[in-house]
């Protein structure tokens, strides 16, 4: 999938769901959540996000790319992505997980019960 910033990724997403189902799949966002936020504030900021970047193969980035990344998934205006802002990100940006979405909550649901 190409981001509006030019950088192309591989939607790997379905896969990931097909091997750990919704359960694991969540568990494995919220772990790359962890890993680029920032560990005082608990949210993914400006500063975590480039100090990071390199992890994501993207230290190239410049400042306004990654303010970019940011607004995107920045659904209350703080500034910062939470861990649902995040995941929600996630999703948005994964053309084959929004087409399987309602499977992926029947499963999740089912999976409570």
Known sequence: MESQIG?????????MVE???AEGFMKELCNGFRLLMDGEKGVITFESLKRSSA?????????EEVVCMLR?????GDGT???????TLMFRLSPGLMKNS????????????
């Open 7 to 15: 950088v192309v990724f591989q939607d790997f997403f379905p896969a």
């Open 19 to 21: 091997k750990l189902g």
């Open 55 to 63: 992890l994501l193969g993207l230290q190239d980035l410049s400042d």
């Open 72 to 76: 995107e998934g920045d659904l209350n």
């Open 81 to 87: 992505l939470d861990e649902m802002e995040f995941c």
């Open 102 to 113: 309602r499977n992926l909550l029947i499963e999740s649901i089912f999976n409570e019960m």
